[in-house]
Structures are given as structure tokens and as C-alpha cells.
């Protein structure tokens, strides 16, 4: 059984398509790159497939789930991590990873066990009962990161997981989303680090709401004759008419 698969998904806002029937699947323990320029409708797709926004028309089913029916089911089967809010900043990191652990559904023994669990992964023993909002930028990427696999999802969306961090923190983020793969979760991630996209085992590129092209990296970068995928995001980019998403 697939991770995700959709066939035909259209979402409209009244004589708008954002996203325009796109198709496509994904494989567990796949890292699945969506890409996309600003107003390509990843946004909007994404959202579609977490349970959030409903489709226009078309099918999908996600974590086996179907997309209109069983949203709530989803929602609980799925991890999410966003750019821009993933953390509540005025709370403790020991009380960020309780309070995920309760809204995802788990009992307070296992709570309990997976905050010391992921506290001490993280190195963060000493920082545990300070304020989210005290951590530098890759912290929290990578707490929040571990906090939306707290429940164990069959697959974890990341939406710009690595927006505004070092290099060096992207590679160690990097690492635990192998490790989450290696472990058989699916990775649907967005990213605009072309250099991130290389390490998908495929990549998907929307422009205008529709899906351009598809594949691993290097069957891509040979179809476009790039060098890059980069290089050929650019090329694809370029076709865009729209900027909004």
C-alpha cells in the first residue's frame, strides 16, 4: 500500500485553481521532495494532504486513509512541522514535548517515557526545563522536528524544516530525517535549498498549480540535461505565469 496517493486533486478558490489536478504517489520510507516557487500551490497541496483544507475534486488517501471521509484519522496518523510555528516559545521544552505527546493522543506513562527519551537524544538534559524561546534557531528546528515524530507517524510532513538554520544544523537535520526514513517513515518535505532536494529518493516540481515533473534526482537532472537540480528547477521556473500562493 502506498504512503500517499492521489489522483486528479484540484482545489479552486472561485475562479482560481491552485492546485490543478495533479496525480502522483508516494512509497513508505520514502523522503518525497515537493518542490515549488512561491505560488506554485505546494502550500496548498500540502495542506490538503494533512486534513486541513478539503479538495475542490479528485481522490487521495493518505497513511491508507481516505482524504474526505477519514481526515481525523489523518490527522492522528501523520507528524507535521512547519518554518514558522511548530513550538509554543513560552513554554519549557520538557512542557512543548508534553503537551504534543497529549494533543497526538498518547497515555501520560508514554509521555512521560518519550520526553526523557527525546530530551536525552537531544543533549538538551541541562536546557530541559528552560524556555523554548531561549534556544537558538537549529534547536528548535530539530526539537520541534522531534516532537512531531513523538507518536510514531507512519509519515511526517515538513514544510521548510530548514528555513533560515546553518549548514551545519541542515546536515545534522538531515541525519534525522534519514533516520526517520531508515526506520520506515515516510518524509514529505518542501524545501527552496536545492541542494536539499539531491538527498530525496524523488522529487516532484510544481509551476502553476500543476506537477512538471517527477522523478529521482538523476533521472531529472538527465531529462533536463542539468547539472543541478537547481539548474533545472530554474529552467522549469521560469514557465511560471503566477507568484502567489
Not at 92 to 121: C, F, H, M, W
Request: hydrophobic share 40%; net charge neutral; glycine share 8%.
Amino acid at each position: 500500500m502506498k504512503s500517499i496517493s492521489v489522483q486528479h486533486l484540484t482545489k479552486r478558490f472561485g475562479s482560481f485553481v491552485a492546485v490543478d489536478n495533479i496525480t502522483f504517489d508516494v512509497n513508505p520510507g520514502e523522503i518525497f521532495g515537493f518542490l515549488g516557487a512561491n505560488g506554485a500551490g505546494k502550500t496548498t497541496a500540502m495542506r490538503m494532504l494533512c486534513g486541513l483544507s478539503m479538495p475542490s475534486s479528485g481522490e487521495a488517501t493518505v497513511a491508507g486513509f481516505d482524504l474526505y471521509k477519514e481526515a481525523e484519522k489523518i490527522k492522528r496518523s501523520i507528524g507535521y512541522m512547519s518554518q514558522k510555528f511548530s513550538l509554543y516559545e513560552d513554554l519549557t521544552i520538557r512542557e512543548n514535548i508534553r503537551l504534543y505527546g497529549g494533543i497526538y493522543g498518547l497515555s501520560i506513562p508514554t509521555i512521560k517515557t518519550k520526553t526523557d527519551q527525546l530530551v536525552t537524544a537531544l543533549k538538551l538534559e541541562d536546557k530541559a526545563n528552560t524556555l523554548v524561546r531561549s534556544l537558538p534557531l537549529g534547536w528548535r528546528q530539530k526539537l520541534a522536528f522531534s516532537v512531531a515524530m513523538i507518536h510514531d507517524p507512519k509519515i511526517v510532513f515538513l514544510d521548510e524544516p530548514t528555513g533560515g538554520v546553518d549548514p551545519i544544523t541542515r546536515r545534522e537535520f538531515w541525519t534525522m530525517i534519514f533516520e526517520a526514513a531508515s526506520r520506515g517513515t515516510t518524509v514529505f518535505v518542501t524545501t527552496h535549498y536545492m541542494d536539499e532536494a539531491e538527498y530525496c529518493n524523488r522529487v516532484s516540481i510544481m509551476v502553476d498549480g500543476g506537477i512538471e515533473a517527477m522523478g529521482t534526482p538523476e533521472e531529472l537532472k538527465k531529462k533536463y540535461t542539468s547539472n543541478s537540480i537547481a539548474e533545472m528547477f530554474l529552467q522549469l521556473a521560469r514557465k511560471a505565469k503566477r507568484s502567489d500562493d
